[in-house]
């Protein structure tokens, strides 16, 4: 064929789902036939003048949909009415007991509330939150009932982002499933005080601290959005990996309509979109509040979202309205009833939700007299009951049920609700509904009656803080009926899978590959890290588990060589011909690809990563993401998603790469590193190492992997620091001190012999040269004969010093600290010095003998050479070398002028005598 022929030919039959234009249409179409045109638009005219606009707005409306069903292809509408998408004669029949679910439901709703009200108790007080399960539990138990699927389903079961603070709700359900008892319900938020007292229960979704229940933790706002796009990424990922099945797994997630104002809720909307991820449901409870009051009180949150998820690919269904509407709407013949719903502001739903039947009639209704006419015969009371969308159940089933049939997009359910519905006046949309924790005795009545709770007021007047939780008994049939959808549906969740699956690697090529050094040649350890990933990659237990992650920097990092031989992960394959296709390293996109290149998207990457380390507990199936981000851009930028990893007990490594302060000077403050590891540092799931040599990369590697992977799993993942700037590395020493590398500090070089004076130098990463070349000024120049230690982890040392003194502090034997018992053994003072600013290495002090001096690369960094960069932070081998006589002087050991007279002959403090610069400082 040839290339023009091709062209015409448009992209094979098989993947015509890749849309180049999204809805599109030329807007330089010429008009084949004027005079044709022109009848068009006259009669159109002459329609509006007849009929008005809302007749003309309606015929246009079913001129764009018959376009639409004739496959004449035009922009889409973002926006439309503020109705149902799903027209009522287009409703599924409801295949449950509805009476019987809205019973156990209000059982669940009370005993949420209750549980939040009793953990107020005097003595307690930690009370939680009840307005917002209230304004979700349908839309949770349609789910539960009907389409969640448990892990014991043959599809392997379905992933749920629950809303965080809605957490009670579905506690509550668990008590009325047996998993949970009354006592640890009364455990709500006092996880260590309770635990004798029959057990505590999280705030909030926390897998870390309730590992056999809760998957995915949701409550920083924007995190669960991405983690469920990603979730449901990674799941096709796996597939097409061919890893595990998940086609016949769906991820819900459930968001605040508040909670969508973060840029990380609305920011990788297209990821879910390009992917035609329709094993993805959003469901956002509307309630129409957030914390403190509307969420667009002059505007229309649903209307906004709306638009924004059309425009970004998404199926959307509105429920908005509850079947109580219906008729009101087949009467609406004139459309005056969906202008005053299209026009009516949110702030105004929410004050006729905090008032009464005769408030909507005379605030909303009699806007129009039309409308105010179809309601005439209506009783206020049955204006109250007419129903928003989120609380039909109905509705809601018929909308899940059409975004799972729904194919080739996601899908949003935008759901009308209230906050704090059915707890009564002081609750229901109230501005302080959130956090809300206490109902008085008449609310906790009137709830209960609204809810048909058989408590009686005695009951509830015996204690006014401990009002009873209710369950029917094991034998109820509504426990029995819901027990039995659980079961048909594969069991409870959310749930996670615990038996670990140990992983065994050969790590002997990979070690091999690095551990003689580089002989002549000089190798940064990032390059490093790709040889010994090469070689893992290659290992049949874990070769094929392993998953490189990387936001558009491979080619900094040297892993373009990768491209060819993993390619990169794209579910619609690649349907162009790339500009290097005849190169070596092609960039190559395949549905099998291994590498996730998420493009400048750190947080989705983080999100990536999340998914991937986690799939141990998702699917039963371990994986090994290999993050490598650059690493400015890693715990600084997207530190909260790094937490929340840490909290979902993710495993695999994360690799901060151009490392340093100095490394990648070229590029200046906003790029330079230098307290990464100190953010790593503030959370306690990440061990962290800031290796010097490819020998220490490659079994810090291998430990990491034990660690995570085998037999005994610890719940951590790695942080490890690389760096750009190519080095002699040397051959693994004779004799290495294995567990010292490991636990974070061994001596690497002995000063060769004895002098005059003695000393210690504690190095990390590329400041190690510095250090080594400080030792021979050391010896040569001032008789002083330092012993040189790399330490791999400050952070993993301090961890072990502190660990020491809370055992002392509760009562045992004094232990001593490793970098204590190491430090002990030669002789002080000791100086500290790596391409981070000084809280780095002041993590240790507490723990080393003697006269300690810290140098580190304080302050914002700048672009410039590198041995300029380290002469002004004072962190190359002279102001080393100053640095131990500086020591040597607090010590007595030698006079002030000494060191005084070396930072003179060395001009530490003249940048414009630092050595020259060999080497390109990098790009990226
Ligand atoms: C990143 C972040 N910022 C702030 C909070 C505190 N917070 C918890 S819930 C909430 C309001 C949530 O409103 P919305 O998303 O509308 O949920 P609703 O309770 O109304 O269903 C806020 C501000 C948080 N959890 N995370
Ligand atoms: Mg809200």
Redesign the pocket.
Known sequence: MTEQAEVNAGPPASTNRVQVIRDGVASYLADADPGETEEWLESFDAMLEAAGPERARYLMLRMLERADDKRVQLPSLTSTDFVNTIPTDLEPEFPGDEDMERRFRAMIRWNAAIMVHRAQRPGIGVGG?I??YA??ASLYEVGFNHFFRGLDHPGGGDQIFV????SPGIYARAFLEGRIDENRMDGFRQEHSHAGLGGGLPSYPHPRLMPEFWQFPT?????GPMNAIYQARINRFLHNNGITDTSDQHVWAF??????D?PESRGLLQVAANDHLDNLTFVV?C?L????GP?RGNGKIIQELESFFRGAGWNVIKVVWGREWDALLHADKEGALVNLMNKTSDGDYQTYRANDGGFIREHFFARDPRCKELVKDYSDADIWRLKRGGHDYRKIYAAYKAALEHKGQPTVILAHTI?GYTLGGHFEGRNAT?QMKKMTLDDLKAFRDTNRIPISDADLEADPYLPPYYHPGPDAPEIKYLLERRRELGGFLPRRHLTPKPLEADTAAALKAVAGGSGKQQVATTMALVRIFKELMRDKAIGKRIVPIIPDEARTFGMDSWFPTLKIYNPNGQHYRSVDAELMLAYKEAEGGRILHEGINEAGSTAAFTAVGTSYATHNEPMIPLYIFYSMFGFQRTG?GLWAAADQMTHGFVIGATAGRTTLTGEGLQHADGHSPLLAATNPGVVSYDPAFAYELAHIVFDGLRRMYGPDPEKIYYYITVYNEPIHQPAQPENLDLAGLLKGIYLYRPAPEPLEHSAGILASGITMGDALEAQDMLARDWGVSADVYSVTSWTELARDGIACDVEELRGGTPRTPFVTEVLSQRSGPFVAASDYQRGVQEQIRAYVPGTYYTLGADGFGFSDTRPAARRVFNIDAASIAVGVLTALARDGAIDRTVAQDAAVKYQINDVSAAPKSTADPGLA
């Open positions: 939150h307005s917002t304004s979700s809303q965080g603070h809605a409550v920083s706002m924007g995190l968001l605040g309509d508040g909670e969508m973060e409870n309630n509040q957030r914390l403190d969420v906050k959130h909260d």
